[in-house]
């Protein structure tokens, strides 16, 4: 589909397209008495389409096109606030609360979000498919489980998307956290142990059929200088950003140039940080996506999915 699976890109535009960067916004639109204002409604309600799918997903048998119903949204709810942190976090902001980039708990700091927000642009924008939901792998009491926070297949090429997502308020602290995440994720026991438990859980995953990239990366006999070869790393960084304060019209030319500077200074930035012993046979896709505000993004997302969940009561 030319607009993804989701419909996001007429909400989210790409405003850079490298291979090694990409980068996001939502804009303005008018009101009806001529101001402009950021378009809350139509991001949050485009995070809010996946959040079927990132529950349950292709692991399932699952496709977009049943995944709209009210029953599914509801039950999709339900599993998302099963997750301890989760159901933290959304007490908090529904109390008028929020939660800041130095809290201890990572998993309360972290919160879900972020792996929707991630979900939906590798659907639209990346072509992927996901393999697994993370939820999956959660178990009966609702813990969190260590692991990446997006697991999905390209087609295309035949190889295996492993994204990490952070969503802060100040994104030098997302960014240094994403270099944390893959110094303890990209290792040759870690992956194996990772890809165990994914090979178990994938229903469809058939090991008669031809071993495609993906499968090789899967496998625990595959070198890790092979592995790599066959795995891509999307590492989103969802952060606030006083652009979106200071200007009300996302195609100004001062707007263009200030929100392009700030994102060629994150992603110098981060591959400074970026110490992995292995960086140069790693495929990473930074992802960066300013948003007027982070707070106000997760308060409004907890509020639409409690009034989803509301609906089953």
Request: with cysteine; glycine share 6%; charged share 30%.
């Amino acid at each position: 589909m030319e607009n993804g699976p989701f419909g996001s890109r007429c909400v989210i535009e790409e405003k850079i397209s490298e291979s090694t960067l990409r980068a996001y916004l939502v804009g303005f639109d008018l009101t009806d008495d001529g101001s402009s204002q950021y378009r809350w409604k139509e991001f949050v309600q485009r995070i809010v389409n996946v959040i079927h799918e990132f529950s349950y997903g292709h692991h399932e048998g699952t496709t977009t096109q049943n995944t709209q119903t009210l029953d599914k949204l509801v039950e999709a709810a339900n599993a998302i606030y099963k997750i301890e942190e989760f159901q933290k976090a959304k007490d908090i902001y529904l109390n008028n609360g929020h939660i800041d980039d130095d809290v201890a708990d990572k998993y309360l700091r972290r919160g879900e979000f972020g792996e929707l927000i991630l979900h939906l642009l590798l659907r639209d924008n990346f072509n992927t498919i996901p393999l697994l939901s993370k939820i999956y792998f959660k178990d009966s009491l609702g813990h969190t489980v260590h692991g990446f926070d997006g697991v999905h297949i390209q087609p295309d090429t035949e190889s295996l998307w492993l994204g990490e997502s952070k969503l802060y308020i100040d994104p030098k602290r997302g960014l240094a956290e994403l270099v944390k995440d893959i110094k303890e994720h990209i290792k040759l026991d870690y992956l194996n142990a990772e890809f165990s438990l994914i090979s178990k859980k994938v229903k469809h995953f058939d090991e008669n059929s031809e071993a495609k990239g993906w499968k090789k990366a899967l496998s625990s006999t595959t070198k890790l200088k092979d592995k790599l070869k066959e795995i891509n790393i999307p590492l989103l960084c969802t952060y606030s950003s006083e652009v979106f304060n200071k200007y009300d019209d996302e195609e100004l030319d001062e707007f263009i140039t200030e929100y392009e500077v700030q994102i060629r200074e994150l992603s110098d930035y981060f591959d400074k940080k970026n110490d992995h012993p292995l960086k140069s046979k790693i495929n990473i896709v930074l992802i960066l996506f300013p948003v007027k505000c982070k707070v106000e993004l997760v308060k409004r997302l907890h509020k639409k999915l409690s009034l989803i969940q509301a609906i089953g009561d």
